[in-house]
């Protein structure tokens, strides 16, 4: 059985993808600040996620759509200085990245901040900015399923990919963005099936949230491993009622996932 320990080496791309290939699953934590991010490395948190979820989890908003570049700096600035051994992802806010140009004007300032990689929701349209970025040096995760900045083009916050058409969609996407140049690809809300299939068929390796438990890794947002959200999703799990205390919590997440306890039916979309 797995116990969480405090990260020994520093994380890379290069690492995520041995343990991919190893089947070894990783951890990731959407967090937001100096303290929460020194908590992860301690607990062995590989990757760390400064979320455009911020703008609900820590500023008070509806949706990621108000979130700014100013403000995801701020965040991947104080996450950087709590956190020296975790792959530090930064999200790319709502429309920062509509052209390949001005997604490489954004990214650089991302990076900047202290970030390894950056994070953008869509499907193939954003082969060519994937490329376009890789190619210059900087590292992309790909998402797709419910992307939350397009909220209001899907119609709500719901599951992806139900259907034999919209699942071929996503599978398709993720070939696109793989064949890109994409290194990681975060799934969101869609069934477990269908992130099975998409894991086995692409290079680069996997984070689901409400995807079930094939996928390559995990990542939930530390209001939610805390139980601070008013309404939880499905696929979300309070950590802290069994742990007692934070770090426990982030131990219990991550010992949960790495011993594949976590996610359960329960928390998965089939
Ligand atoms: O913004 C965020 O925190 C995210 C995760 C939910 C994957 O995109």
């Known amino acids: 059985m797995y116990a969480p320990t405090a990260l020994e080496k520093t994380v890379t791309i290069q690492t995520l993808r041995k343990m991919k290939a190893a089947g070894e699953k990783f951890i990731t934590v959407a967090l937001y600040d100096a303290p929460m991010a020194a908590m992860a490395q301690k607990t062995g948190v590989e990757a760390v996620l400064i979320g455009d979820s911020l703008g609900m989890t820590v500023l008070g908003y509806e949706s990621t759509i108000p979130v700014t570049m100013e403000q995801m700096i701020y965040h991947v600035e104080a996450v950087a200085r709590g956190n020296r051994k975790s792959l530090i992802l930064g999200d790319m806010p709502f429309m920062t990245y509509a052209t390949p140009e001005q997604a490489l004007t954004n990214a650089?300032?991302?990076?900047?901040a202290g970030a390894h990689m950056v994070k953008i929701e869509g499907g193939a349209w954003l082969a060519e900015t994937v490329r376009m970025l890789t190619d210059r040096g900087i590292p992309v995760c790909a998402h797709l399923g419910l992307t939350p900045q397009s909220v209001h083009k899907l119609g709500g916050f719901r599951v992806q990919g139900r259907d034999e058409e919209t699942a071929?969609?996503?599978l398709?996407?993720?070939a696109a963005l793989d064949e890109?140049?994409?290194d990681l690809l975060v799934l969101e809300c869609v069934p477990a099936a269908l992130a099975?299939?998409?894991t086995e068929s692409v290079a680069m390796p996997t984070i689901g949230i409400g995807a079930g438990p094939h996928t390559d890794a995990q990542v939930l947002v530390i209001n939610?491993?805390?139980g601070l959200t008013e309404q939880p999703p499905k696929f979300s799990k309070n950590f802290l009622i069994e742990a007692g205390d934070i770090p426990g919590a982030l131990s219990k997440y991550a010992a949960d996932v790495k011993n594949g306890v976590f996610p359960d039916d329960?928390?998965?979309f089939n």
């Open 224 to 226: 939610d491993i805390l």
């Open 196 to 198: 099975k299939r998409i």
């Open 172 to 174: 398709d996407d993720a």
């Open 168 to 170: 071929g969609e996503i």
């Open 266 to 268: 329960a928390h998965t």
């Open 108 to 112: 650089t300032r991302i990076m900047q």
């Open 180 to 182: 890109a140049g994409a």
